[in-house]
Structure formats: structure tokens, C-alpha cells
């Protein structure tokens, strides 16, 4: 039972939480109303019976003191019959009388109309009394009147003591009905209070019923379609046949929203295409670009940056940033994140060498980013730059000047020491000494001026400036470069011995380029060869095979003080010509055999025997990098070394051609 009204309990709360605001307003409303009318009503009727009863009292007094007063002197004579038809009498003439006692002074009674019958008197005869009032005083001459309840209503009983010389001789009770029509008019108040109680509450529940109908449904749906709309569901319609304002209303929605979802169906493509090309452009961008909320939370990350910091395959959008950073990132950059999330400071740079997953150094720029007002921050933006080749770029450059300074520095100062030494002792010194002076300082002039011209053609061929490509002989290039060394070679005992394959087919070259090339390597292998050693320069065609790409190190990786990249050889089609300078002499250590292409880098910077600039070799590899070739070395400490490279065959079928238009003078050598 205790559920049953639980669940009744439940299903009013959940019935009257369904009601609008209005109707709930409008039922409280309409239950005061109903209760204050039901009040007054109430009120009325309750005081017109008051009035009524107050009426018949006073009815029902005066009109048993005046049948008293007829009565009582006929009683005091002991004329009952006189009485008796006294009292029918007014009975009969009387309709409002119910009934009429006389009791003497005892209370029995001895004639009652209408219910008096005379009887014979026996043993057996039951005597009437009638029952007075406890209060009732005997020797007082005013009535008392009271009320009673009968099947057929209020009577009022009216008790009137027949006293007659101040003699008290019974008394009179006489039974009064209501009055007829103040019993109609309470009746009527009544049946009205009830009628009008009846009619507001059907009243109600009809106005309830068309106010859900025709203005609670439309105002929820139109509700429901705003909400939707504010979703951005713009397909919401409403579908109600109403009239009057609401149906303008919903008429006004419906057409908004097909207002609204036309605008999107035109946006909307502008939006993806907008959104398509700034999504590309943050992820094809050569920074790392990461976008963080003021809770440090990762909203956007591009490819770059996930690179940078090792997140490929690792889905960081919406976990915390300084969980998914390098250690040393993360302690740089943290307290300046939160100081910038609290707007204490609105940029700031780092930067910060990192050892994994590669060794690399990366520039962090972080900048706040704020609302259209730029009243508050709406989160920061975090720039990632990998600075590793600038560093060693800057650190290459720094070690070059320092090179170079050192080189310029050592022949200058032996220039001015012997100038000065000439200057300021020549009349003492003999002439032996002074010759040797000068020899001393022609010998560092030229030392000085082979520097200069090494980094000035190191600096041309790093330009990016362009050459003149035509076909080269290479015997006469070869035979010019022997001539120039042949006397050098003699005079430190070394055979230099040259294998040329006869008919030779021209190559695609630059002349003087080639001549550079052939004069540094040849001169290299005399400086390391000692005296009774052998240079052996030789030069011979190379076929390819039908069906494999030539053993040649355009196959191979081309490096450049840039990058590395893969070159496939994209004239394997043609034959090509082998170039190699081969020596006896000291050889390379197989830890130096890639640094000597390096800039300054010298071999006898550990033997510490022989002069050079250390430009010598970077030359030689720029030069064959801009013939598509590659320089390759074998080498064995003690053994020798052996240099050689492969260079294009010129077509017989096509005409010189100029393979790169030169824009500068020709190369100084």
C-alpha cells in the first residue's frame, strides 16, 4: 500500500514538474480564487442560518408567550376543554407550530397536540413526562428556547412557564419549524458556492486543456527547435497548423532556419577548403608548430614537431605537454609556460641541445595567444626550429676564421720579421744572408698567395655561381699538368709516371676546373711521397654493361657540406672515363680518410712534417660535385694512396653543348 501511494506520489510530482511556469501560475491562481470564493460563499450561507435561526427564536418566543398568556388563565381555572380547542385552534392556524405540550407543575403531561389521544387510565397505562432542562428554574417567568435535530430538520423548541398570580401551574413547550424560506435561500447559497467552485475548476481544466493545445505544445517545440538550432542543426522544422501570433512565430523559426541552413550549405565549403589550407599550410611548414590551452593541454601538434619531439604514432592531442617532453625541455621551458598562462610575460626564447633521439639543437619560441580583444589568454603557441646545421654552420664559420687566421697570421709574421730584420741590419748582413732573407720571404709570399687563391676558389665554387661545361680533352689537360710538376717531381727524386689510354674520347668538363683538380691531387701525392717513391697518374675508358648500371660513385651517396642524398646515375647510358692518381707515399689513417676533404683539416696535423693550406681536397670535391661525380680514395698508412673519380663521355652524335651557362669570369688558378 505504502508503494502504491509512493508511486502515485511520484507520477503527481512528475505530472506537475511537466507543467509550464504559466500554467502553473495560472492553476495556483485559480485555486485562490476558488477558495476565496468558496469562503465567502461559505461565510454567507453560514451567516444567513444564524440570522434564520436567531428569526425563528425569536418567532418561536413570542409566540409561545402569546399562547401562554391565553392559555394560563384557562389552565389556573382548570378549563382544559376551553384549552383544548384553544389549542387547536391555533394548531390549525398556525403552520410554522410543530407540536404543542402542556405539562403541569410535575412535568406530566396532560394534552399535547398533535399526538394527544384520551385514554382510559390503568395499572397499565404509561405516563408521559416531559423532560425539563436541568437549568430550568421553576419560579422564573422567561422561556428558554433550544434547538434540536429531527429527520425532517431544525426544530426549535420553545419551553414557557404558565405562571398565573405568581402561582407556577406547568409549563408549555412548544415545537417551532424552521422557516421555509430562509431554509430555501441557504440552500441556494449553497447549491451556488458549490455550482460556481464547479464551473472555475471546469473552467480551469478547459483552459488548461487549450492551453497546452495551442500554446504550451508550440512554445516546447519552439524550444526544442532552438535548441537544435543552437546545436547547428539547421534541417529543424516545426510543423504545427496554428493561427494568430504563434503561427507567425513558427512560420518566422521555420524560415530562419532555412535561412540559416542555406548559409551553411554555402560556408561550408569555404570553411573546409579555409580550415583544409590553414591545416596544410601548419603542416607543411619547415617549423614545428604545437598550439597548448592555458592547462597546458595539446590542442594541435603538426608532422615537424612531432619529428622534433619523437611523437610519430603517439596521439599527444589532449594529454599535458611537459608529460610528453624531452627532460631537458621540459625544465626550461616550464616555469616560464605557467608564468605565461598566468599573463605575467607574453614571449620568450630557447634554446636547448638535445641528445635523443638524434643529436640536434632546436630553437623554442613561445608567444601567447589571445582573444579577438586581446583582453585575455586564450592559450600559447609554441614554435619549434631545428638550428642544428645553423650551429654548425656558425661553428664551421667560426673554426674557418680561425683557420684562416692562424694560416694568414704565420707567413705574414715571417714576411715582416725578415722585412724588418733587412730593413734595419741590411748594410750589416752579407750578401748570402740577405739573399736568403729574400728567398725566405719570397717563399711566404707565395705561401701566402696560394692561401688567398685556395679560399678564393673555395668561396667561387660555394657561391653557386654557374661554368661553362664543353667537351675536355683529357690527354692535353693531363700532359699540361705533368709538364707543370715534372721538374718538381725530379727534384725530390720521385718518378712520376703517366698511363694514359690512347684515343681517348672527349669528356664533359670544365678545362680549367680539371686542371685545378689534377694540379691539387698530383700536388698532394709528391708533398707526402718520400724521395724514390712513385706517382702514377692514368686515365681509361669505362663501357657499361647491357644489363647492370656502372660500379661508378655517381651510384653511390653524393655528399655535400649540406646533406646527403642518394644520386642515380642519370647517363648510364653513356661511357664514362676513369681518372686516377695513384702514390707511394705515406698514406691516410682510415679515421681521416673522410675528414681530409674537410676544410683546413691536413694530414700532417698529426705528422707534423709538412705545409698546406687543408683547402686543397674541399676544392677538389666541389669541383667534382658540379661534374655530377664524386671523389673516392683507397688508402693504406705506409702503402700509398690512390684518388680517382669518373667523368661523362662527350657524344660524338651531339655537339658541344654548354651544360651550365657561366655568368662570371672564368676560374682564377
Known amino acids: ?59 418561536s418566543r413570542d409566540l409561545g408567550l402569546l399562547l401562554a398568556s391565553n392559555v394560563a388563565p384557562l389552565i389556573a381555572d382548570h378549563n382544559l376543554t376551553e384549552v383544548a380547542q384553544f389549542s387547536q385552534r391555533f394548531y390549525s392556524s398556525t403552520s410554522s407550530v410543530r407540536y404543542m405540550l402542556y405539562a403541569d407543575e410535575t412535568g406530566k403531561i396532560f394534552f399535547g397536540i398533535p399526538f394527544w389521544e384520551p385514554e ?118 516545426i510543423d504545427l497548423p496554428l493561427g494568430g501570433e504563434l503561427g507567425e512565430l513558427i512560420f518566422s523559426f521555420n524560415e530562419m532556419a532555412e535561412r540559416l541552413e542555406r548559409y551553411e550549405e554555402q560556408n561550408i565549403e569555404e570553411l573546409t577548403a579555409e580550415k583544409a589550407k590553414l591545416e596544410t599550410l601548419v603542416s607543411t611548414i619547415a617549423d614545428g608548430a604545437v598550439l597548448i590551452d592555458n592547462n597546458m593541454q595539446i590542442i594541435l601538434v603538426n608532422p615537424t614537431a612531432r619529428r622534433i619531439f619523437a611523437w610519430e604514432g603517439v ?60 583582453e585575455s589568454i586564450k592559450g600559447i603557441a ?38 724588418e730584420t733587412l730593413h734595419d741590419y741590411g748594410e750589416d748582413l752579407g750578401a748570402e744572408e740577405r739573399q736568403e732573407f729574400l728567398e725566405t720571404v719570397n717563399h711566404e709570399t707565395d705561401r701566402l698567395t696560394r692561401l688567398v687563391n685556395d679560399v678564393l676558389d673555395l668561396s667561387k665554387l ?43 674520347p672527349l669528356v664533359i668538363g670544365n678545362y680549367d676546373l680539371l686542371l685545378q683538380v689534377f694540379g691539387n691531387l698530383i700536388g698532394n701525392a709528391l708533398k707526402f711521397t718520400k724521395a724514390g717513391g712513385k706517382v702514377a697518374i692514368r686515365a681509361y675508358q669505362l663501357h657499361p654493361h647491357p644489363n647492370f648500371a656502372l660500379s661508378s660513385p655517381e651510384t653511390d651517396l653524393v655528399e655535400t657540406e649540406n646533406h646527403t642524398h642518394a644520386t642515380l646515375n642519370e647517363h648510364n647510358h653513356r661511357s664514362r672515363v676513369r681518372i686516377e692518381i695513384s702514390d707511394t707515399g705515406i698514406g691516410i689513417a682510415p679515421e681521416d680518410q673522410q675528414a681530409i676533404f674537410d676544410r683546413f683539416f691536413r694530414v700532417e696535423n698529426r705528422v707534423h712534417t709538412l705545409e698546406g693550406t687543408g683547402l686543397g681536397l674541399s676544392i677538389v670535391r666541389n669541383i667534382m660535385q658540379r661534374h655530377h661525380s664524386q671523389v673516392n680514395l683507397v688508402s693504406e698508412v705506409g702503402v700509398g694512396t690512390t684518388f680517382w673519380f669518373d667523368l661523362d663521355v662527350l657524344e660524338e652524335k651531339i655537339s658541344p653543348t654548354k651544360i651550365e651557362t657561366a655568368n662570371a669570369d672564368s676560374l682564377e688558378t
Not at 488548461?208 to 538550432?229: D, F, R, S
Not at 616560464?336 to 610575460?345: I, Q
Not at 656558425?394 to 722585412?419: G, V
Open 382 to 419: 609554441i614554435t619549434v626550429q631545428d638550428i642544428t646545421r645553423e650551429v654548425e654552420l656558425n661553428e664551421a664559420k667560426s673554426q674557418f676564421i680561425s683557420n684562416i687566421s692562424h694560416e694568414l697570421r704565420t707567413p705574414l709574421f715571417n714576411i715582416k720579421t725578415y722585412i
Open 462 to 504: 660555394e657561391s653557386g655561381r654557374t661554368y661553362n661545361f664543353d667537351g675536355v680533352d683529357l690527354g692535353q689537360a693531363l700532359e699540361q699538368t705533368l709538364r707543370t710538376y715534372q721538374l718538381n717531381a725530379k727534384d725530390k727524386g720521385l718518378e712520376l709516371v703517366q698511363e694514359v689510354a690512347p684515343n681517348l
Open 315 to 374: 596521439d599527444v592531442v589532449g594529454s599535458n605537454l611537459l608529460h610528453n617532453l624531452p627532460q631537458s625541455i621540459q625544465i626550461e621551458i616550464t616555469r616560464t609556460l605557467y608564468k605565461m598562462a598566468a599573463g605575467e610575460c607574453e614571449s620568450a626564447e630557447f634554446r636547448i641541445p638535445l641528445q635523443q633521439p638524434t643529436k640536434r639543437t632546436i630553437r623554442i619560441l613561445l608567444t601567447t595567444v589571445l582573444n579577438l580583444q586581446r
Open 120 to 237: 382510559v387510565e390503568n395499572s397499565l397505562t404509561i405516563k408521559r413526562k416531559m423532560q425539563l432542562p436541568e437549568d430550568y428554574p421553576s419560579d422564573d417567568d422567561q422561556p428558554i428556547v433550544r434547538q434540536h435535530t429531527t429527520p425532517d430538520g431544525i426544530v426549535t423548541d420553545v419551553f414557557i412557564p404558565l405562571i398565573v398570580d405568581k402561582k407556577y401551574l406547568g409549563v408549555l413547550a412548544i415545537g417551532i419549524n424552521p422557516n421555509q424560506t430562509a431554509v430555501i435561500s441557504t440552500n441556494f447559497t449553497r447549491d451556488v458556492t458549490i455550482a460556481v467552485f464547479i464551473t472555475i475548476w471546469v473552467m480551469v481544466i478547459l483552459a488548461g486543456v487549450i492551453n497546452a493545445l495551442t500554446i504550451t505544445k508550440p512554445i516546447k517545440e519552439l524550444l526544442v527547435g532552438v535548441k537544435q538550432i543552437a546545436a547547428g542543426n539547421f534541417k529543424q522544422r
Open 1 to 59: 500500500m505504502l508503494a502504491f501511494f509512493t508511486t502515485i506520489r511520484d507520477a503527481i510530482t512528475h505530472w506537475w514538474y511537466e507543467f509550464t511556469l504559466q500554467t502553473k501560475l495560472l492553476a495556483v491562481a485559480t485555486l485562490v480564487v476558488s477558495l476565496v470564493m468558496s469562503g465567502l460563499t461559505f461565510w454567507a450561507v453560514n451567516t444567513i442560518q444564524q440570522d434564520a435561526r436567531l428569526n425563528d427564536t425569536r418567532f
